[in-house]
């Protein structure tokens, strides 16, 4: 019997709720989940949890027993991150968390090029407007806009996320172009369609501020739809510049109300405070503020 894949599978069934989910997450069959705890049981000469048709639960011995287990991997995982923190060269899995647009935009290409760098890297990226909690889902390291809540975190400053109004050419001509803020109730937008609910942006105008409009020509949840809206000249847009940078410097899109536009957020590479940081985590952080650190 494998002690240590046994006692894996055992907190596994404890933290997923059931021997099915714990296959899943294991990439194992239930049967397979069922033998281990099975011969677990039978090496202690004690049943570890009480079964019955409906539910599953720890018994006394299995409870105490799950504790100790968690103790044992935990220490297990840590000789091995030891022996990786002694090698030189960046190596493993690197885990990423990043916003929607701007994880598509600038993370995945500096991803792809520090990969290209340090070929014994493995990455994955995970694209979400919602935060995660960098310890318990196991990333290495997140990028974040907005401010930094007081989590222990390493924060490095990048560059701030400024958000752009537009419009194609062929708009402009045929609606003009607006000069203020209050203009925009009269023109035909396009909008996120999160805005309204959670996180609006102010617009300036003048000494006064605006939002932008709620009564929209067209929304959606992907500023990469509105981007292709506009760009075929249903109406003005207000997206990140990142993605719309590109349409921009071509003249696809032209931008207007530059004056108006809502503060810039603040963005940051967090990481977990090591001291004794893994080398593919010392050279990503390293990659990512040459490349778009803030001065």
């Not at 639960?57 to 100790?68: H, I, M, P, R, Y």
């Not at 809540?149 to 172009?177: D, F, H, T, W």
């Not at 967090?270 to 390293?286: A, C, H, I, S, T």
């Amino acid at each position: 019997m494998d002690k240590l894949r046994a006692m894996e599978v055992m907190v596994a069934v404890v933290e997923a709720g059931s021997f099915a989910a714990a296959a899943r997450q294991l990439d194992l069959s239930p049967v397979m989940v069922g033998k281990h705890v099975q011969q677990l049981e039978a090496h202690l000469g004690a049943r570890l949890f009480q079964r019955s048709t409906r539910r599953m639960s720890l018994t006394e011995l299995g409870q105490g027993f799950v504790e100790d287990c968690r103790r044992v991997l935990e220490q297990v995982r840590w000789a091995e991150t030891a022996v990786e923190r002694s090698r030189q060269a960046p190596q493993g899995l690197l885990r990423i968390s990043a916003p929607v647009t701007l994880g598509n935009q600038r993370v995945a290409p500096l991803l792809a090029s520090f990969l290209q760098q340090y070929p014994e890297v493995r990455a994955e990226l995970q694209l979400s407007d919602n935060l995660v909690d960098l310890a318990s889902e196991g990333f290495d390291a997140a990028i974040r806009i907005g401010s930094v809540g007081n989590e222990g975190l390493v924060a490095r400053p990048l560059q701030p996320y400024r958000m752009v109004i537009a419009a194609s050419p062929s708009y402009l001509r045929e609606y003009g172009r607006p000069e203020r803020a209050a203009d925009l109730s009269q023109h035909r937008c396009l909008s996120h369609a999160i805005w309204q609910r959670r996180s609006e942006w102010v617009l300036q105008d003048g000494p006064n501020t605006a939002l932008w409009p709620e009564q929209a020509r067209f929304s959606s949840n992907q500023g990469e739809s509105l981007r292709a809206a506009a760009v075929q000249g249903l109406g003005l847009v207000m997206q990140p510049e990142v993605l719309l940078a590109e349409d921009l410097a071509a003249g696809r899109l032209v931008p207007v109300l530059q004056d108006c536009t809502p503060a810039a957020r603040p963005v940051h590479l967090v990481y977990g405070p090591d001291r004794q940081q893994l080398p593919k985590l010392r050279r990503f952080v390293e990659h990512v503020l040459a490349a778009i650190g803030r001065a």
